[in-house]
Nanobody
Framework: QVQLVESGGGLVEAGGSLRVSCLAS????????MGWFRQAPGKEREFVAA????????YCADSVKGRFTISRDNAKNTMYLQMDNLKPEDTAVYYC????????????????????WGQGTQVTVSS
């Protein structure tokens, strides 16, 4: 079993940057494909970005492509989401998630395929 804890959220002005982190418990972090999702008030949860087990394959939603960068450090059991040029519409609770995967280079983009979720961290972008 994996426990996920997000950190690094906060309040930032439009155009600013934030980096959120996801620390995973256990020794099998590299066995999981990882992803970030977000949920804004009154909206459904949406996919943001995903990274493969190896970290070599990444994928971002069109809404954040070119502004957000996902990465992971398997030695530190940690995944990151670097968010640049933030916009007010990026305001949401950001969740990290882990998916058991047999594939070293495949990303997972569907929330239904994720097995474990963190509690979320709030990101607020002021205009």
């Amino acid at each position: 079993q994996v426990q996920l804890v997000e950190s690094g959220g906060g309040l930032v002005e439009a155009g600013g940057s934030l980096r959120v982190s996801c620390l995973a418990s256990g020794r099998t972090f590299s066995s999981y494909a990882m992803g970030w999702f977000r949920q804004a008030p009154g909206k459904e949860r949406e996919f943001v970005a995903a990274v493969s087990r190896s970290g070599g394959t990444t994928y971002c939603a069109d809404s954040v492509k070119g502004r957000f960068t996902i990465s992971r450090d398997n030695a530190k059991n940690t995944m990151y989401l670097q968010m640049d040029n933030l916009k007010p519409e990026d305001t949401a609770v950001y969740y990290c998630a882990a998916a058991r995967s047999s594939y070293f280079t495949v990303v997972v983009t569907s929330d239904g395929q994720y097995d474990y979720w963190g509690q979320g961290t709030q990101v607020t972008v002021s205009s």
